[in-house]
């Protein structure tokens, strides 16, 4: 198709003077309508050069943003390392080997003793003094009493205590395998909470009280037997009862606390012994419940707390860390676990021989907090007007390696100022024993 065009340009101006139309305009003359084309039109105004640097501006901007947020990221994740250096100085991080195979094969094998190189380190003839009699205030499966029955021949006194019938009869079949008829070792097995081991060793016969233990332990950990029995109710992701009771015999449940004590009482348990923040949304959902027949089972108690939570992934603001949390504080309500904890720690030190030792395994930071500080009374007892208790510092102890720090106090020594942790080959192949921390307190030998 043959056309012809010509060109006419035309200026207009408005009434301000800032601002002016510039165009260009084809002409077309052919046999056919022109078509219609607008693409060579161009316009442009005072506005859309300031739009334009609008638009510059907004760029670098948007580059500066990018700038600081790779910026910040980069801070945060210094921050993260400082964090994470700050916490392994917080604690003593064990460089014992974990032997795998230091367990025997059989129904027992099931719960692996935690820190079991560092606990037998801790009462080793290295201390310089011989171990005649220990105390396993939580014998469990008998994984820490067998090893230090081995280690120590010199041994004429063990008494082994928990609440657990179960597993106090695996730890019984256990320890019975080292005893021989001429041997002079005298064993007691009882079933009994801690929190009365000093009647229980002021009843035996061979009075050990006098002149006290020379070593005696706490593993304040739930055994894999009780977190795999769902009828136990221990198990977050577990179908089973909502007992949770440690010792079967005893009347309270956590099916009780839910459906029955006040509400008030409900959310202090799960802010003060889960931590749990969202702690008010699920203390009205749990009452409210109880007008629907109540939670009578793991399953349902899940299912509340599934539903009160926003993030329904699993993680750390996920609703498994959340029931994590709930489950924790139920077991703390119902076995009164950290009022009996810091008065045990005070009778088990009483019980001890001057220059004994007592060694504490916990597992989550309440109960860690509550052996650092009780420690520190013990060592220390507060009287009016005394502020400062005068505690001294040591580094390194020349016969045993283990002991870095030591906090030395009028009545006994913390010899863990920092807790000693798991290896991170153990944590690698016991991942249960990640969360512990074993403290150690000495008491003082008193020189005439």
Known sequence: MAFRSSIAKFSLFSSSSSQSLHFQHFFFTCTTPPPRIFRFCSISTASGVKNKAKKEKQKKSKNLKASTSVSKSSESASLSSKLALVKEKRRTRSTKEFDENAIPIGDTAAHIPVMLAEVLDVFASSSGRPLRSFVDCTVGAGGHSSAIIQ????????MGMDVDPIALDKAQDRISDFFSEDSDLKAYIVLKNFKYVKSLLA??????????????????????????DPERGFRVLGDGPLDMRMDPQASLKAEDILNNWPETEVGRILRVYGEESNWYSLQNKIVKARSQGGLHSTTQLLDLIRKSTLGFKGGRQGWIKTATRVFQALRIAV??????????????????????????????????????????????????????????????????????????????????????????????????????????????????
């Open 151 to 158: 280690a120590h021949p010199e041994l004429n006194f063990y």
């Open 335 to 448: 076995n009164d676990e950290l009022n009996v904890l810091q008065n045990s720690l005070y009778t088990c030190f009483d019980c001890l021989a001057p220059g004994g030792r007592l060694a504490v395994i916990s597992f989550h930071s309440l109960e860690d907090r509550v052996v650092k500080q009780t420690f520190l009374d013990i060592i220390n007892p507060k009287t009016e007007g005394d502020e400062d208790g005068g505690e001294v510092t040591k580094i390194m102890e020349e016969n045993e390696e283990w002991i870095k720090q030591t906090v030395k106090g009028l009545k006994g020594t913390v010899l863990t100022k920092r807790p000693i942790t798991p290896s991170e080959e153990e944590e690698r192949l016991n991942r249960r024993s990640r969360s512990a921390k074993l403290r150690v307190i000495q008491k003082n030998i008193v020189v005439c």
């Open 203 to 228: 009843d035996s016969d061979e009075k050990p009280l006098d002149p006290g233990v020379d070593g005696m332990m706490m593993d304040l950990g739930m055994s894999s037997m009780q977190v795999d």
